[in-house]
């Protein structure tokens, strides 16, 4: 079982950056592929962007790519994601998550596809 806490949210203005961070709690941390997910008000949740339990494969959404970079560091329980360039429509809460593959370069793209969530973190771009 792993705990994710996500950090680095914030306001912004159009063209700025942030740096989102993930601790993960547990031993196991480099069994997991990580990803980011957002949801801005009366929206879906959305992929954003997924990274394999040894970092070695990643997928973007269209709408980030570009501009936005997941990265990850096993030693420390962490994943991350870079955001820069960013844009109004970029406003949402973002979530990190979870999902335990065998797999090493899964990158799932679905939320199902993960079993365990942070409670997420408000990022806010201002025009």
């Known amino acids: 079982q792993v705990q994710l806490v996500e950090s680095g949210g914030g306001l912004v203005q159009a063209g700025g950056s942030l740096r989102l961070s993930c601790a993960a709690s547990?031993?196991?941390?480099?069994?997991?592929?990580m990803g980011w997910f957002r949801q801005a008000p009366d929206k879906e949740r959305e992929f954003v962007v997924a990274i394999s339990r040894n970092g070695g494969s990643t997928a973007y959404a269209d709408s980030v790519k570009g501009r936005f970079t997941i990265s990850r560091d096993n030693a420390n329980n962490m994943a991350y994601l870079q955001m820069n360039s960013l844009k109004p429509e970029d406003t949402a809460v973002y979530y990190c998550a979870a999902g335990q593959y065998y797999d090493r370069l899964s990158v799932p793209a679905a939320a199902t596809g993960y079993g365990y969530w942070g409670q997420g973190t408000q990022v806010t771009v201002s025009s």
């Open positions: 547990g031993r196991t941390f480099s069994s997991y592929a």
